[in-house]
């Protein structure tokens, strides 16, 4: 699993990377907005933990201007609770907030609470699993790999399911470079196809996608 620390204390972001790594994760730090949204698109985390206030900005001001980020989960960690910052945070869809300082094995303990539903066998349907850990659909006693791409969009719509994922945010999400919505159509079709059902991922026109 991915996890994108932002923490501008640095000994605070090196014992903190250091615990995350100890427990499994794979971690990569930010001490600063600008470095951190340069590169959060190839790294593609599955958590994000950030503190509010950084060298260059407000973090719950400025992931509103990357609308993507609205379909990875976050956990906000900072000394200053306010009201105001404690409902900011979980009106953007912060999956938690954890008062500094705190014990490093609370945070263990909250991030697996936050994927405890996140199975590696995932069910799709009555007839159809996705095994998380080898990329492979399964259907009735047939095992049909997906390709890199194809994966990382149905993790992106299982993880967001009942909510539709913008073309915009998927295609940002999906590809450092920037591509045509009849790419993202090309790749949706292909998974359709291997899914043996296109009704699962359904269109929302000119909005995007969705596995209800």
Not at 10 to 25: C, D, Q, V
Not at 168 to 177: G, V
Not at 190 to 204: A, H, P, S, V, Y
């Amino acid at each position: 699993m991915k996890i994108i620390l932002i923490e501008d204390e640095e000994s605070l972001n090196i014992a903190l990377s250091m615990f995350l790594k100890s427990e499994g994760y794979d971690v990569y730090s930010f001490s600063d907005l600008t470095t951190f949204f340069e590169k959060f698109k190839q790294i593609k985390p599955d958590l994000i933990i950030s503190d509010i206030s950084l060298p260059d900005g407000n973090f719950l001001e400025e992931i509103k201007k990357y609308p993507e980020l609205d379909y990875i989960k976050l956990m906000v960690i900072s000394g200053n609770t306010e009201i105001n910052n404690i409902k900011n945070a979980f009106n953007l869809g912060a999956e938690d907030f954890i008062k500094k300082p705190f014990d490093y094995e609370e945070l263990a303990i909250r991030i697996k609470k936050i994927f405890k539903n996140q199975n590696e066998i995932i069910e799709i349907n009555e007839t159809i699993k996705y095994d998380k850990t080898n990329k492979n659909l399964l259907i009735e006693d047939k095992i049909i790999p997906l390709t890199k791409k194809e994966s990382q969009l149905l993790e992106i719509l299982l993880r967001n399911k009942g909510k539709i994922v913008s073309n915009h945010a998927l295609m940002n999400l999906l590809w450092e470079d920037s591509v045509n919505l009849n790419t993202l159509n090309v790749l949706v079709k292909r998974l359709r196809k291997k899914l043996g059902n296109k009704n699962i991922i359904k269109t929302k026109r000119d909005l995007g996608y969705i596995i209800e």
